[in-house]
């Protein structure tokens, strides 16, 4: 038998039903939760922790991270100035912050240089490090020039460019580079793979509409990871080609952002999820010159370019009934670990509360593929639980400001981000 803990709650989101529940409690065994409920029996010795001030959810989950930097403007010089081990203490970093801010778990989306996330991941799960659970897709699967090369900001020295090009071990051409490249990830044993399928915004000489792999490419990516079983997601944002990996079988996809009608009936029709990633979008949205000053000019230039449509693919996800992740993608602005942001973009955009609570609960756990572990509180979960003061159905900046954290029965600090 191990130790018995109590939980009160004010009110309760559990991750199953779109309502809040009051007065509930959650008796905790050791790391799971036995028993959700009213007025639980209460086992001899067992602790109580009192949030009936709070309303309680499970632990979030954040599937869109690049937790490699300590600070967003490191992204820009990490092509030449940051180490591997730099990399590394980075992650360890934002992996305890996101846990303080009440997200336990994190999805790593990878970049192209190691930052060794499956040792930072390994030390959390083994107790030497505390930090968010990590799942990991360590490398960007992409090819020359594209999205996922950095060291397109170094064409003016072709050499070393094409230097730092060599070091990274999933960027290359042809369809046998793929096949070899899925099998390494597999092998090092990352949880999924992530394929910089199409352009974006923050790199300055791709467009967010460009096609970054041929079909070749892609069949041999698809093919090998169906053989060797390891799913797989995809940096897109144009209708064609998230139509074309659609077609392909592909498990989810990032971004979303230029979405048309057509192309999300497909979504509907196959149950392809989608981690949209307002918040990196929403100055554009909404307008905000003084957030939009602070990111780099080609990034700027082509917010304002494919503005409207960015307007109009919000819309069209809002209005869908696509199964939808949460997700930040914090590469300008905001900080990597500051995962409350993305609630608040949801809400000013118009979204039900519920549907975002749910993106980042249960719908998360399923994308992570750990729905049998966590995303809700019902017997048998590990009791990964959070708590929040302010108001998650009027307030878009309720995530910000974690009260309460647990992760696996044990207790953590937290830390507001207001």
Known sequence: MGKYTK???????????DVFQENMEILINDKKIEEVGHNLAMPEQADVIDLSSLTVTPGLIDAHVHPEFFDWRDIYTDTVYNSDGYRTLATAYTARKTLMGGFTTIRSL??????????????????????????????????????????????????????????YPTCGNGADFFVGAVRREKKMGFDFLKIMATGGFATPNDDPDDIQLNDA??????????????????????????????????????????MDKETAKMFEDTGTYLVPTFVPYDDAIHGDVESMSQKSPSF?????????????????????????????????????YESGW????????????FRALKAATINNAEICEISHLVGTIEKGKLADISGWKRDLLKDPDALRECSFVMKEGKVYPTESRI
């Not at 939980?7 to 039903?17: E, N, P, Q, V």
């Not at 970049?111 to 659970?133: M, P, Q, T």
């Not at 990590?134 to 170094?154: E, K, N, R, W, Y």
């Not at 609630?343 to 039900?352: C, F, H, P, T, V």
Request: proline fraction near 2%.
């Open 217 to 258: 490419e892609f069949k041999a990516i698809f093919d090998t990871a169906n053989e060797v079983k390891i799913s797989v997601t995809a940096h897109a944002y144009g209708p064609k080609l998230m139509k074309k990996l659609i077609n392909y079988g592909i498990t989810g996809i990032e971004h979303g952002s230029l």
């Open 342 to 353: 993305e609630y608040n973009a949801w809400l000013n955009s118009g979204m039900d509360p």
């Open 300 to 336: 700027k230039k082509k917010l304002e370019k494919y503005q409207e449509r960015l307007r109009r693919g919000r819309e069209i996800i809002r209005e869908s009934k696509i199964k939808l992740g949460y997700g930040t993608d914090m590469v300008a602005v905001h900080q990597s």
């Open 110 to 167: 990878g970049w192209f240089r190691e930052a060794y996330e499956l040792d930072v991941k390994r030390a959390i799960e083994n107790g030497y490090l505390e930090g968010s659970r990590l799942i990991v897709a360590s490398h960007f699967l992409c090819t020359p020039g594209s999205h996922g090369d950095m060291t397109q900001g170094l064409k003016n020295n072709p050499y070393l460019s094409d230097y730092m090009m060599q070091q």
């Open 7 to 17: 939980i009160k709650c004010g009110k309760l989101y559990d991750g199953i039903h």
